[in-house]
């Protein structure tokens, strides 16, 4: 394989065989499709590479961006079932006319997480699932520390409500 003279791309190709892998998983983890998971890890790294010259630290940038591509789909996901239930005219869905598992035992911490607020999700998706720092949260948030904090604080006791209703 035929590496490119560009510093830049040669830069970003260090940064991509040493955290492809684990962006990729991570998002797969997130969205529960191993093909979207990787698209997104690959859309990150697409990016990446036209913001390379203001990014201080790949890594962190990365999972941010990944992040915010998850967060767009599942927005987007959000969009097509409410424009599916239109389209229904209120008729009952067929998969819905079946009685199915009880609701409370489907709820996942992933579902958890996803109905977090959006100034909510995105912290705890790094800090938790990417394991960054609260100051690398913060910095590729554009937000202090203290209000990263918060926003896990409040985001756990939010998640513990959620989950113990569910039981």
Known sequence: MAHSTDPIESAVHEVFVAHYG????????????????????????????????????????LYATAGNLVRDHWRKRGREAKAYELYQGGRPDPEQARPGPDQAQLLSVREAV??????????????????????????????????????????????????????
Request: glycine share 6%; net charge negative.
């Open 114 to 167: 996803e109905a977090l607020p959006d100034r909510m999700r995105l912290p705890v998706l790094l800090f938790y699932f990417a394991d960054l720092s609260v100051a690398d949260v913060a910095r590729q948030l554009g937000r202090s520390e203290g209000a990263v904090k918060r926003d896990l604080y409040d985001a756990r006791a939010r998640l513990a409500m959620t989950l113990e209703e569910a039981r």
């Open 22 to 61: 684990r962006l990729a998983g991570w998002a797969t983890h997130l969205l529960g499709d191993r093909e979207l998971g990787h698209d997104v890890a690959t859309e990150a790294f697409t990016r990446l590479l036209s913001h390379w010259q203001r990014v201080d630290d790949p890594r962190p940038w």
